[in-house]
């Protein structure tokens, strides 16, 4: 069963950058980056497959970028913060195809979360 285990999050201002992290025990075939903000639904923030496509979220287009490194980390740079940005932020992953990328219900695999808090 492979693991994920989050890092880099944190409390910051409007306007600053943190670097997300998830590292896999085992290789993957596809991962994403959800979020979940107190009382609403988990939704997928950026996710990219074994061909190294991304898709990311309207919201979070242009401010975001996601990277994969030696195919078990998964980083997402976030830059330009908002407080609507403030969610847990949960790293998954899974081997189905095809697959809806920010679909929470495609995914096999979850991380633990990491707190994004942004203060204006």
Not at 22 to 39: D, E, I, K, L, T
Not at 58 to 65: C, L, Q
Request: aromatic share 8%.
């Amino acid at each position: 069963q492979v693991q994920l285990v989050e890092s880099g999050g944190g409390s910051v201002q409007t306007g600053d950058s943190l670097r997300l992290s998830c590292v896999a025990s085992g290789y993957m075939n596809h991962m994403a980056w959800f979020r979940q903000a107190p009382g609403k639904e988990r939704v997928g923030v950026a996710g990219m497959d074994a061909g190294n496509r991304v898709t990311y979220a309207r919201s979070v287009e242009g401010r975001f970028t996601l990277s994969r490194d030696k195919a078990k980390v998964l980083i997402m740079q976030m830059d330009s913060l908002r407080p609507e940005d403030t969610a847990m932020y949960y790293c998954a992953a899974t081997n189905k195809w095809p697959l809806l990328l920010l679909k929470a219900s495609e995914y096999t695999t979850w991380g633990q979360g990491t707190q994004v808090t942004v203060s204006s």
